[in-house]
């Protein structure tokens, strides 16, 4: 027989022991979270700059791809053009050959020994049946030709759609590393949010404060290296406050290289579009052989560079927040200059 007792409750003072312990485990859970130490100022904005650093790093890697992408849209152009002259030039052959051939069967029906026993003008004949071999020896040349055209037609083919690939494979780097530029961005600007307001403007005023001390650079008595050095350098400093922007080349916003190469434009050179590529683009210089308009490089891997302004300053683009400014060159880890 079943039983109906109902079941025992706990007691009063088994509940209000059950109840301090969650209160307590509450309790301590909270001041853990509290004890969690926030980070300082300092601290975010060490991180935060190592970030925009490695965002550059992948900025200067877009640039490159970038560029390479223009090169090879530029040459898969070209040699699709030089396809379709290649191909109509082809057709014309064809078609030109097709005419003899049509003029041979026409003319041709009768053989030729039956031709000159019938004719009442053996002179004539001759004569018209040298034409026919002149005609035929044409046709034959007309033939090699096809067939080259043929084969050069089919090489040209084969490097467009070369180039084609090429282009596609630059075009995926292109966008991870568009995408890695993102994501640092984005992280770094998560890791500002942690911040209060109060801390963010003081960042941003220290920000602006280098800005404005840029007006105040004392770049001594350099000589400018060459005249095309000094008219890149005048335009460099026309740029003065312009806001550092990723993969921008001007005139509005730049990015380090960007920069360089558009100032050296201004001055009717032409220099690479990444840092890397400048690095290699000219004489390598010594600090103590750097002249005003010669470009600095930093970092071992050489993924930024500016120009040396003199007196132990550098002109440059230096990251999200700040303004194309004079810096002191050792803020930066000096690897070479280069004499443009």
């Not at 509450?26 to 490695?54: F, G, I, M, N, R």
């Not at 030109?96 to 041979?104: E, H, I, W």
């Not at 490097?159 to 282009?167: P, R, T, W």
């Not at 966008?175 to 307001?197: F, M, P, S």
Request: glycine letters at 6%; one cysteine or more.
């Amino acid at each position: 027989m079943a039983s109906h007792r109902r079941p025992k409750q706990p007691s009063r003072a088994r509940v209000t022991v059950l109840t301090a312990t969650a209160a307590a485990a509450v309790a301590l859970t909270s001041q853990a979270a509290q004890a969690a130490p926030q980070p300082s100022k300092s601290d975010v904005k060490e991180k935060v700059d190592k970030l925009y650093e490695d965002a550059e790093k992948a900025t200067e890697k877009y640039n490159g791809a970038k560029e390479a992408q223009a090169k090879l849209e530029k040459q898969v152009d070209a040699l699709q053009d030089k396809v379709a002259r290649g191909q109509d030039e082809l057709n014309d052959l064809r078609d030109s050959l097709g005419s003899m051939a049509s003029a041979q069967y026409r003319t041709g029906g009768i053989d030729p020994a039956v031709q000159l026993f019938l004719s009442s003008d053996p002179d004539s004949y001759l004569e018209k049946a040298s034409t026919l071999d002149q005609v035929s020896a044409k046709q034959a040349e007309s033939l090699q030709q096809i067939q080259e055209k043929q084969r050069a037609l089919a090489q040209q083919r084969q490097e467009a759609q070369s180039k084609v690939q090429d282009l596609d494979e630059t075009r995926k780097e292109l966008r991870a590393k568009k995408d890695e530029v993102r994501g640092k961005l984005a992280e770094a600007q998560k890791l500002l949010n942690t911040l209060t307001a109060q801390e963010r403007a003081s960042i941003a005023a220290d920000e602006s404060r280098a800005n404005r001390a840029s007006s105040r650079a004392d770049l001594g008595n350099s000589v400018p290296a060459s005249q095309r050095a000094s008219a890149a350098f005048a335009a460099a400093q026309s740029k003065i406050g312009t806001p550092y922007v990723y993969g921008a080349s001007g005139p509005s916003s730049f990015d380090c290289s960007g920069l360089t190469s558009w100032a050296y434009a201004q001055a009717g050179v032409s220099i690479p579009r990444t840092s890397q590529a400048q690095a290699n683009a000219g004489t390598r210089l010594g600090m103590s052989q750097l002249q005003q308009g010669d470009l600095v490089i930093f970092y071992g891997d050489q993924h930024h560079v500016g120009f040396y302004a003199g007196n132990g300053q550098v002109l440059h683009a230096p990251k999200p927040g700040a303004s194309v400014r004079y810096e002191s060159i050792n803020n930066m880890p000096f690897q070479f200059g280069v004499r443009i």
